[in-house]
């Protein structure tokens, strides 16, 4: 009975095999006018705190357009989700087992995390598909005649650290005090941690501030020794740029070792809810970037208890509808939807291509007349991209975390271009180096 | 005839590093004294999760791989209970959850691999700790939960007078490394006093023979793991608390490896002692040692405290294969 | 009655250790061979090649290298995604600084130092066994993980620590289509187990067997412990070096060191207790299961009409995986690659079984 | 008796070797010689320090005090893989067979002293490598046949009856073309028939290659049959040495020993 048991595993195993074989071919979807939107997620892992709110927000957006406007003018949003667990060889398979679904394949990839979007972007040459990182992905993929297919809309991590610096210059009263100040960075130790560096070091030169680097290896709940540095050298600032469990920790550490929290200063992935809750009252008066102000109800969000969770068709609980990454989901979602709409205007209302969408994420034009009439009015900010720019205008707030909510400071900060720019155009080069890129002319598509 | 020397020079070595900071200068003593205390902090937890591995290696002669991963299953069990019920309740209840858990693992793992050699045995406990980490994230969910001991996080200065600057301390990792301490102190004394101890120690030096002069080999193994189970949940719940009950708790977990090399794998002192060893080593490594590194080498930050515990374990395998304190074993043909 | 050998006997010495010996077994082997060269590529989806296909035939190529110390020389290593690390960054490194290297010469190089790096972390398999080596090779993976994160030379200065590749190019064939690529690898993994089999059935295998079986007996009949052990740590490093640089170039593209971080090193263990220690066979068998299964949790359950939760498909797959490990641990030690000698045994008598 | 070679000099001799795990003393100021093609038996009750005994003379075990005379070679701490390279072999009492390889396999792996091709010839298995697998081989079939193992050459060892291990542990032993042979306990655990077998195969071991035997073992009958000289070991003193005749007279022996199966 044992070796019956066993051979039945056998061919158990085969037939797995056998079937994994099979699959994939992506001929067999459905071939309805619909327009298929791929969604990698992390509902599991270290990072599942951050990842499923994410992950609510931008599925619930595409079940809103499909629920109350009937989908994209008539078309269908079909999705399926992917779980990477935030670990890159899974982004991969994920992306390529999405990329062809659909009756045109994938709209664009939005891979959530900085290592999968590393990889991705080489795919993305070769494949034709947008990839979409709302505030991270890498900084000089801003540069659309190299980085064809990135679009690293709101602004990069080299935007986020010139935004802080500034902030916390103007508070000093100029940036020129920063002269001899000390500013300590403490980082998720992955190419997402490490993005900013180059862009404060080169601040740093500028003003004569001296930077501290201090690496919090994965997942980041490790971070005592850390945080007696900080003790030790007593910087006048902390910026966070940490990501899941880490920041709660940081923010629990600094509050042990007893760090004035009004001196942090978080990235906009270290300002969310589930980032100082744990926290408790400690976490009172810790600071971070935001480009969507933060949590309550507009119109979209009542449009979406209304369509989707009255109907019982939402992702996450109610309650959660309109927190920061909640909303940073959403926001992702309908800057997609926007492009598609864009591009239809120019290839019609079809299912369309990865490429053609491309062309409406080079020519997004929100503006504030447009938030309104999205229902995102307050939550974010105008969006204009081009063939050159993939960004477009950087902008954010601060926030303050009171407690109980999060408090928006007046004031939007705008990253200086002069000092970008250059950066982005050096690196992009030598990326393109690298990698034997030919160059986009980007003149001569629009003509 | 042993030899002693190597032994010696590696104490003598982490001595003079630990000196070191202190005597250059390098450091103020008050935050010396800080950083001190941050590594027996650490230590202590250390010493926990070490402990489980002890015990279960001592009664059964399994590398239990799955320690870390019933620290977050209980801590999780704790959190999630706890917001249906009181505390106490949440954690008795969880208790529950970790014996029954002991008796699944000795009926359907260890019963079926019994004499089986040690590493089969250890890819079994892989095994058990990917069930778990699937299992609890599916009863439980994968988010950060919280566990409220109602101690106050906010940190006191203490001796002001003596160090400038003072020392900074929480109360919380007091309560912590005092639970701790407790804890391991019962445990040892459970060890070497009552008489399922001494069963105990009698398995753990010749199954066979324990079976023969009538000690119930299998109820010992339950005990056992419950025991592991149990001391697993109080790491856990101390460490949750300080850090949130989360997915991440079972790798901090993986540092008690190196601390049951340095301590011996068999010996309950050797648990304490090594996880305070490697808590404080590393945290001063991390300190001290990671910026001149740094500067040396031009590195991209420190964070060597991720590799110095098991570095320094593995120097002393090369010294002293048989730990701190664990027996030496001869070959016989 | 296809499957019989009766009527082959073996006249010389060299016809009786070759390594099919029954000529139906030679005829399989070619025709799988042809299929999987001239059908394949030509038929397969690229999202099959690029997601099951290639990270199979590397992982294979990683499980075999840690068979061979784990399985044949019975030395276990849970931080063997080291050398995957350092064969990759070595790769890179060469690639990058010596540009006008051929990629097979820059495989092999790097190969070569992840061997040196693997002979230096098996030195201590010389004073210690079993669970301690266990912790020893823990303290390579942790060591190495942070050396790759650090050392900024290694990644040659990028702000991200995170590298990427040019696509390979082998004596002016680009090796870039999913079709390429398979092609490619599978050419490399027949080479490697060709010589894996040959190692294992020439003498140093013997001494690695015997090393693990009996170390006191192997040393009393003169073979030397040093010798053994160091090169199974060197030959199952350079195979694992290599195949770390193949899931760099090939596979991944650009990566960073948590691409190699402690599962993989658990899930190369997974493959080889799963497909059999000790077994080449099982070594492909164990890499099939477990590059195919977390894709198969994700997707079957949709055909059948009970679509499952991603997070629950993820936390399903710790859970069967860890099942299994104990499952086969107790019911089948030695794995799939034994279920299919079973299979083979019977095959061989039917249909007259006695 | 007429044999083919005849008993000659001394090549092994034992001096004065005291050997103790932490307080047990295995042996106390042990001596005694070898000559060569001589069967020479060690015996004694159990725990009287028989293994121990050869543990020490092949290089497991490292004694505290005393040295091991071979073929003129000093020695008293030498790793026993460099004792097998000096041409003693030994076979064990309680099976050390390479459970997970055949019969084949474990004779062949005798033959890794005597292989000399590197691991990259053997990777490509050409040349050198291969013509060594082949001639090894042919000698190794010698050895199989001489042991009439011929059917089981390419079974596991561990499905093999006890008896037959043992025979392939010999086997092994043999492989590596001994001077001095060590035998522990041969014929433990054997039915009649089978030690006939064993006590021919060594004796003719003995015979026809002149290989040098020690032997350890408590079956008394046997051992008197076949071997030229006994040293009688109890509680790791030696307590008598001679031929068998003289060790039957010995007082001590009588006491010690014989009186108990007596």
Aim: charged share 15%; net charge neutral.
């Amino acid at each position: 009975m044992k070796l019956n048991m066993q051979s039945k595993l056998l061919a158990a195993a085969l037939a797995a095999s056998a079937a994994a074989v099979t699959l994939g071919s992506p001929a067999a979807q459905a071939q309805a006018k619909e327009q298929f939107f791929p969604v990698l997620s992390y509902r599991t892992g270290a990072y599942a705190p951050n990842g499923i709110p994410f992950a609510n927000g931008y599925v619930d957006y595409l079940k809103l357009v499909n629920a109350r406007d009937g989908g994209i003018n008539g078309i269908k949003i079909a999705f399926e989700e992917c779980e990477t667990g935030y670990a890159t060889d899974r982004g991969v398979e994920c992306y390529e087992r999405l990329k062809g679904k659909g009756p045109t394949g994938a709209t664009a990839f939005h891979p959530l995390s900085t290592g999968i979007t590393f990889a991705l972007t080489d795919k993305s040459f070769v494949d034709k598909i947008p990839i979409i990182t709302t505030g991270y992905g890498r900084a000089d993929s801003v540069d659309g005649t190299v980085f064809g297919w990135n679009f690293p809309l709101g602004g990069t991590y080299w935007d986020a650290a010139d935004m802080l610096v500034q902030y916390v210059g103007n508070k000093e009263g100029g940036l020129d005090k920063l002269k001899g100040k000390k500013i300590a960075l403490v980082y998720h130790d992955s190419p997402y941690g490490k993005e900013p560096i180059a862009l404060l070091q080169e601040r740093a030169k500028m003003h004569g501030y001296e930077l501290l680097l201090l690496p919090v290896t994965h997942p980041g709940v490790e971070q005592k020794a850390t945080w007696l540095q900080i003790r030790q050298q007593r910087p006048d600032y902390v910026f966070l740029w940490g990501w899941g469990v880490m920041n709660s920790t940081s923010i629990k550490e600094a509050v042990a070792t007893g760090y004035p929290r009004e001196k942090m200063y978080g990235v906009w992935w270290s300002g969310a809810e589930p980032d100082v809750v744990p926290a408790g009252e400690g976490a009172k008066g810790y600071n971070a970037l935001v480009f969507f102000a933060p949590a309550g109800m507009g119109q979209v969000h009542k449009d979406m208890v209304k369509y989707v969770y009255d109907k019982g068709q939402g992702s996450g609980k109610k309650e959660e509808i309109g927190e920061v990454l909640y909303n940073r989901g959403l926001g992702a979602a309908m800057l997609t939807v926007e492009a598609v709409k864009r591009a239809q205007i120019k290839y019609g209302k079809k299912p369309l291509t990865g490429e053609q969408v491309r062309w409406g994420f080079e020519n997004l034009a929100i503006d504030d007349a447009a938030i309104k009439k999205l229902g995102f009015t307050g939550y974010m900010t105008p969006v204009s991209t081009t063939c050159v720019n993939h960004a477009g205008e950087a902008q954010a707030r601060i926030q303050t975390w009171d407690g109980k909510k999060w408090v928006v400071q007046p004031g939007v900060i705008h990253a200086d271009n002069s000092i970008i720019k250059p950066m982005i155009r050096s690196s992009a080069e030598k990326y393109a180096a690298e990698k034997k890129l030919p160059k986009r002319d980007c003149a001569k598509e629009a003509g | 005839m042993k030899k002693h020397w190597p032994v010696v020079t590696l104490g003598t070595a982490l001595l003079i590093g630990l000196a070191l900071p202190l005597a250059t200068g390098a450091s103020p003593p008050g935050f010396y004294v800080e950083v001190l205390l941050g590594g027996l902090m650490a230590g202590v937890l250390y010493s926990l999760v070490a402990l489980g591995f002890a015990l279960i290696f001592k009664a059964s002669g399994v590398f239990n791989f799955a320690q870390g991963a019933m620290v977050l299953f209980s801590a999780l069990a704790v959190a999630r209970l706890a917001e249906r019920m009181p505390l106490w309740l949440a954690i008795l209840c969880a208790m529950a959850i970790m014996v029954v858990l002991a008796w699944l693992i000795e009926r359907l793992v260890l019963r079926p691999l019994v004499n089986q050699e040690p590493v089969a045995l250890l890819m079994a406990t892989l095994g058990v700790t990917y069930f778990l980490d699937g299992f609890g994230q599916t009863v439980w969910g994968s988010d950060i939960y919280e566990i409220e001991l109602g101690i106050a996080k906010e940190p006191v200065m203490i001796l002001e007078r003596v160090f400038r600057g003072g020392i900074l301390v929480n109360k919380e990792d007091y309560v912590a490394a005092i639970v701790a301490t407790a804890l391991v102190v019962s445990l040892a004394l459970f060890f070497q006093k009552t008489s399922t101890g001494r069963a105990l120690r009698a398995v753990a030096d010749d199954h066979q023979a324990a079976q023969s002069i009538g000690i119930p080999l299998h109820r010992i193994w339950v005990i056992v793991w419950s025991v592991a189970g149990v001391v697993a949940l109080v790491a856990g719940v101390i460490w949750g608390s300080k850090l949130g009950v989360q997915f991440s708790l079972a790798q901090v977990a993986l540092k008690a490896l190196p601390v049951v090399i340095l301590g011996g794998f068999t010996s309950v002192t050797g648990a304490i002692v090594g996880g305070l060893i490697i808590g404080v080593g590393e945290k001063m490594a991390e300190v001290f040692l990671g910026p001149v590194l740094v500067k040396a080498f031009d590195l991209a930050g420190g964070g060597i405290e991720n590799w110095f515990a098991y570095v320094l374990a593995l120097l002393f395998l090369l010294v002293r294969p048989e730990g701190l304190f664990g027996e030496k074993y001869i070959d016989r043909v | 009655m296809l499957y019989r050998e009766n009527g082959q006997f073996k006249s010389t010495y060299v016809s009786d250790q070759q390594m099919l010996p029954i000529l139906q077994d030679r005829v399989l082997m070619a025709l799988l061979l042809a299929f999987a060269f001239g059908v394949v590529p030509f038929v397969i989806s690229d999202y099959v090649f690029l997601s099951l296909l290639i990270p199979f035939l590397i992982l294979t190529l990683a499980a075999i290298g840690l068979n061979l110390l784990v399985g044949y020389c019975g030395q276990i290593s849970i931080g063997h995604a080291a050398f995957m690390a350092v064969g990759a960054y070595a790769a890179y490194n060469l690639a990058l600084r010596i540009p006008q290297l051929n990629f097979i010469v820059v495989l092999v190089l790097a190969g070569l130092i992840a061997a040196m790096v693997g002979m230096l972390f098996g030195i201590p398999s010389l004073r210690i066994k079993g669970l301690y080596l266990a912790v020893a090779t823990l303290a390579a993976q942790f060591f190495m993980d942070w050396l790759f994160a650090r050392v900024k030379w290694f990644t040659n200065y990028s702000s991200s620590g995170s590298v990427s590749t040019a696509p390979i190019e082998l004596l002016g064939w680009k090796v870039d289509t999913p079709a390429e690529k398979y092609v490619f690898l599978l050419g490399v993994l027949v080479v490697f187990t060709l010589i894996a089999k040959n190692l294992v059935r020439g003498h140093i295998g013997r001494e690695w067997m015997a090393m693990r079986d009996m170390d006191v007996a192997a040393e009393v009949i003169g073979i030397r412990p040093v010798y053994a052990k160091l090169t199974a740590f060197a030959v199952s490093s350079f195979y694992v070096g290599v195949a770390g640089a193949l899931w760099g170039f090939v596979h991944l593209g650009s990566w960073e060191p948590l691409a190699f971080n402690l599962n993989v090193s658990l899930n190369l263990l997974f493959m080889i207790i799963i497909g059999g220690m000790g077994s080449l066979l099982g070594s492909y068998f164990g890499a099939a299961f477990i590059v195919a299964l977390p894709i198969l949790l994700n997707q079957v359950p949709a055909w059948i009409g009970v679509p499952v939760s991603t997070a629950m498909a993820s936390h399903l797959e710790f859970m069967i995986f860890g099942a299994l490990i104990v499952f086969f641990l107790i019911v089948e030690p030695h794995g799939l690659a034994r279920l299919w000698a079973i299979g083979k045994e019977k095959l061989r008598l039917w249909p007259f079984p006695h | 008796m007429n044999r083919a070679f005849p008993v000659g000099e001394v090549v092994l001799s034992v001096e004065n070797v005291s050997l103790a795990f932490g307080g047990v003393k295995a042996l106390q100021d042990v001596s005694f010689d070898v000559r060569e093609h001589e069967i020479r038996a060690i015996i004694g009750p159990n725990g009287a320090g028989k293994s121990s005994m050869l543990n020490v003379i092949n290089g497991v075990y490292h004694p505290q005090q005393g040295t091991i005379r071979y073929l003129g070679r000093e020695y008293h701490d030498m790793d026993s893989h460099e004792v097998a390279q000096s041409g003693i072999a030994r076979t064990f009492q309680s099976l050390a067979l390479f459970k997970g390889m055949s019969v084949l396999d474990n004779v062949m792996s005798g033959r890794n002293l005597k292989m000399r091709s590197g691991i990259l010839l053997q990777a490509l298995r050409i040349g050198p490598a291969l013509r060594e697998e082949v001639e090894h081989r042919a000698f190794v079939e010698g050895i199989i046949d001489f042991l009439e193992i011929q059917a089981y050459r390419k079974t596991p060892v561990g499905r093999l009856p006890y008896g037959l291990q043992k025979r392939v542990d010999l086997a092994r032993a043999l492989a590596t073309e001994p001077r001095v042979l060590l035998l522990d306990e041969p014929m433990a655990g054997m039915n009649v028939e089978e030690k006939q077998d064993m006590c021919r195969f060594i004796l003719d071991v003995n015979d026809q290659f002149g290989t040098t035997i020690v032997l350890i073992e408590h079956d008394m009958s046997v051992v008197m049959d076949i071997s030229d000289r006994v040293v009688v070991l109890d509680y790791g003193k030696k307590i008598g040495d001679g031929t068998p005749d003289e060790v039957r007279a010995n007082q001590a022996v009588i006491d010690a020993y014989l009186g108990v199966s007596a």
